[in-house]
């Protein structure tokens, strides 16, 4: 039972616009988000995350999103690069749950130049 | 300089084998876990050790054991390898255990033959 889905195995798109992953939850006892990014044969690397008080978080060209009421969060890259040609993990962990972080099965994003 | 080293990057070995990964943190966290990321790329936590004490051990064949000789090491021994286990073993830590941002090594690639 997957408790965090990406329901988009991969997403194309073209540099300098939009890429907007998804994801979804269904424990509501999530209090904090994350997102990852991953390049082939190297380990997930932390790039931006949200507290359940929040609706949105920024960092850079990186935005998170998140809608508590419908379960969902997303992940805003404005302009994407290709360098951001990556797979990306969305994760939450519960309060209580020491650190246990539930991962997403990734969405694979390829930024076409 | 690595944050969170993880020996060897790849492993083939035979069924029956007794094995073991190496992992090292050089940030000063109190907390360190075991995931696996398996076939269907779903990366999902094995273990947590909070300053070398077992906080978190997921539904794990007891094949596989942590050992924790210090703060900044986290090796994972397994016992009598079958072919299920192969996957990606990625070694992460974090400042404490309270979810939020795990850093994470480069993984160890195990093929069980």
């Known amino acids: 039972d997957q408790q965090v889905k990406q329901n988009s195995p991969s997403l194309s798109v073209q540099e300098g616009r939009i890429s907007i992953l998804n994801c979804d939850y269904t424990?509501?006892?999530?209090?904090?988000f994350l997102w990852y990014k991953k390049y082939p044969a190297e380990g997930p690397t932390f790039l931006i995350s949200?507290?359940?008080?929040?609706d949105k978080n920024e960092d850079g060209r990186f935005t998170v999103f998140l809608n508590k009421s419908a379960k969902h969060l997303s992940l805003h890259i404005v302009p994407s690069q290709p360098g951001d040609s990556a797979v990306y993990f969305c994760?939450?962990?519960?309060?209580?749950?020491?650190?246990?972080?539930?991962f997403g099965k990734g969405t694979k994003l390829s930024v076409k130049p | 300089d690595t944050a969170v080293s993880q020996t060897p990057k790849y492993l083939v070995t035979q069924m029956g084998n007794d094995k073991s990964i190496k992992c090292e943190q050089n940030?000063?966290?109190?907390?360190m876990y075991w995931y696996k990321q398996d076939s269907k790329k779903f990366l999902k936590i094995m273990f947590s050790?909070?300053?070398?004490?077992?906080?978190i051990n997921e539904t794990v064949p007891n094949r596989f054991s942590p050992k924790s000789p210090d703060k900044a090491h986290l090796n994972l021994h397994i016992n009598s390898l079958e072919l299920g286990d192969s996957a990606v073993y990625f070694c992460?830590?974090?400042?404490?255990?309270?979810?939020?941002?795990?850093?994470f090594g480069p993984g160890t690639r195990l093929t069980v033959l």
């Open positions: 992460a830590s974090s400042p404490r255990a309270l979810g939020g941002e795990q850093f």
């Open positions: 424990n509501s006892m999530f209090d904090y």
């Open positions: 949200i507290s359940s008080i929040k």
């Open positions: 050790y909070n300053n070398k004490e077992l906080i």
């Open positions: 994760a939450a962990s519960a309060r209580g749950s020491q650190g246990n972080l539930i």
């Open positions: 940030l000063g966290h109190d907390t």
